[in-house]
């Protein structure tokens, strides 16, 4: 399963940056200074039905969606959430490591894969995420990733109906992500979409944290967010030399 907005932590040499804090910094750094964070300068070319689609996905978002998630936060136990969690994640790893093998990344491949053997047998079906005490960390890779691995552009900047951020070149790899998550052979379907709607009402609930930090214009923060995010996702969380965190940090 893919992740959403601020949930792994990058590294930056040995000091570890929160992504929050990392989006946060830039988006902010942009909106102030009025500077497009985008390596093309018509990434948003289609703005105008960008911004449509997210105040239509924001109504959703409010009036279904974050109710739920709410409800779903209080009532089950941290412990449980953590375990639905491990779960997901560990449905997840083999298309994390099927990507690591198609970016030429074979010992990460080899790693990931390892990592769902132990979590599924030891760790009970996923349910407790075992890997990092023998040196297996959980990574984060999707078809959209490895397009950009393979030189191919993100393309214009694209919001998806009941999804969100994206990009035309990323929401192809979404659809190749989804035909590799096992959740698709559950039977019958009906189970198949109480599991996916499961998935997306706690990813949800994650993000109560992260949503606080939201400031400004919502539309141009979140857009310079996933774009910032994604590149660095494809840099494996190696973020270059910046003077503007480097005065941060001190």
């Known amino acids: 399963m893919t992740e959403d907005l601020c949930l792994p932590v990058f590294a930056k040499g040995k000091r570890h940056i929160h992504p929050c804090l990392l989006l946060i910094l830039v988006s902010s750094f942009c909106l102030s200074s009025g500077v497009l964070c985008a390596s093309e300068a018509n990434v948003d070319s289609w703005e105008s039905m960008n911004r449509k689609t997210h ?12 109710p739920i998630a709410k409800a779903y936060d209080r009532v089950l136990p941290d412990l449980a959430k953590r375990g639905v969690r491990n779960i997901f994640r560990n449905i997840g790893t083999p298309a994390v490591a099927l990507n690591q093998l198609l970016q030429g990344k074979p010992k990460k491949g080899v790693g990931d894969f390892s990592r769902f053997l132990l ?22 890779e999707d078809f959209g990733q490895t397009f950009s691995v393979w030189g191919i552009g993100n393309g214009p900047y694209l919001v998806i109906p009941f999804r969100g951020p994206s990009s035309t070149t990323h929401a192809v790899g979404m659809a190749l992500d989804a035909f590799t998550n096992p959740v698709r052979l559950i039977t019958p379907a009906s189970a198949r979409y109480s599991t996916l709607s ?19 214009d ?32 001190e």
């Not at 105040?55 to 974050?66: A, E, T």
């Not at 499961?198 to 400004?216: I, K, M, N, P």
């Open 55 to 66: 105040k239509f996905n924001d109504r959703i978002d409010r009036w279904v969606l974050k």
């Open 119 to 140: 979590n599924s047998t030891i760790g009970i079906g996923g349910i407790f995420d075992v890997a990092p005490s023998v040196g297996l960390e959980h990574h984060q």
């Open 198 to 216: 499961l998935y997306y009402v706690d990813l949800r609930a994650q993000l109560f944290t992260a949503e606080a930090f939201v400031s400004g």
């Open 218 to 249: 919502e539309y141009l923060f979140l857009r310079d967010a996933y774009l910032q995010r994604h590149e660095f996702l494809v840099l494996d969380g190696e973020i270059e030399d910046d003077p503007f965190l480097d005065d941060f940090d």
